[in-house]
Nanobody, 125 residues
């Protein structure tokens, strides 16, 4: 499975962005997709994830109520809708996928098997 994340850019505080994570392979619909971000000088942070069937979705406290994970398995693509962006959301954002199906969202970086290349989101104040 190969993942390609895109959609990052430079926006102002309060703006919205939608990140996409396009996957190759026929089994994408069974895989949990996690979204991570890494701000300058900080460790990578898990911010949200969605199981293959969208039956379970999880958000970190830092983005809850502002970000939404969803997916279109027919298009082999997962999305991260980011609203009300803040300067502290500035980071490189990564999508990742697991090899095995899940019924709950796995939140540990080491449990993800496939990674996209990252896309930079910069939020100016």
């Amino acid at each position: 499975v190969q993942l390609q994340a895109c959609g990052g850019g430079l926006v102002q505080a309060g703006d919205s962005l939608r990140l996409s994570c396009a996957a190759s392979g026929r089994t994408f619909g069974s895989r949990t997709v996690g979204w991570f971000r890494q701000a300058p000088g900080k460790a990578r942070e898990f911010i949200g994830g969605i199981t293959g069937s969208s039956s379970a979705i999880w958000y970190g406290n830092s983005v809850k109520g502002r970000f939404t994970c969803f997916r279109d398995n027919a298009k082999n693509t997962a999305y991260l809708q980011m609203n009300s962006l803040k300067p502290e959301d500035t980071a490189v954002y990564y999508c990742a996928a697991r090899r095995v199906p899940d019924t709950t969202v796995v939140r540990y970086e080491s449990e993800y098997d496939y990674w996209g290349q990252g896309t930079l989101v910069t939020v100016s104040s």
